[in-house]
């Protein structure tokens, strides 16, 4: 009889010793699943610092200056924000390219940006739409820059 419940004893905790296995590894594999979907969570709904939703380029007619326009979203914790801005850089690739224009979007979307080179040292960017200017160079690499769009009243700092 002792013989009897010392095996059933030895029984009791080789079972206990493989449950208990299979529990630690269960609770493993659970804690890496759960780790790798909350990094995946974390990460989804961020975009990075801005996400460009729309740009375009103008070659000047010399070709020695590039004006890029793009429009920015960002979008987090605290922060729903969205502009155009059009640059100007010279035409090679390691060139630093020079913002000219930035307009706010806050409730108005900018349509139909156009950038026109009247000549090699005059460029017209017209629009629609915008709430404000937020900034705006009137001459950059001996370039004029003239703007012509809905906001263009609206600049920063005025009612």
Same mark, same amino acid.
Do not use: F, K, Y
């Given at each position: 009889?002792?013989?009897?419940?010392?095996?059933?004893?030895?029984?009791?905790?080789s079972v206990g010793r493989r449950l208990s296995l299979a529990l630690r590894k269960m609770l493993t594999q659970s804690a890496f699943f759960i780790a790798i979907a909350m990094v995946g969570l974390a990460?989804?709904?961020c975009k990075g610092p801005n996400?460009? *939703?729309?740009?375009?380029q103008s070659k000047s007619p010399d070709n020695k200056l590039v004006a890029m326009a793009r429009t920015e979203n960002v979008d987090?914790?605290?922060i729903n924000a969205q502009w155009t801005a059009v640059s100007l850089r010279q035409n090679f690739d390691s060139a630093k390219a020079i913002e000219v224009l930035t307009i706010d979007e806050d409730s108005v979307a900018v349509r139909n940006l156009k950038?026109?080179?009247?000549?090699?040292?005059?460029?017209? *960017?017209s629009y629609d739409g915008g709430d404000r200017i937020i900034f705006q160079a009137i001459k950059c690499?001996?370039?004029?820059?003239?703007?012509?769009?809905s906001s263009y009243s609206n600049r920063a700092g005025t009612n």
């Open positions: 009889m002792w013989g009897r419940r010392m095996l059933s004893l030895c029984r009791l905790r990460t989804s709904g996400e460009t *939703i729309w740009s375009a987090g914790p605290g950038m026109n080179w009247i000549s090699p040292w005059h460029l017209d *960017i690499l001996g370039v004029d820059v003239t703007v012509q769009g």
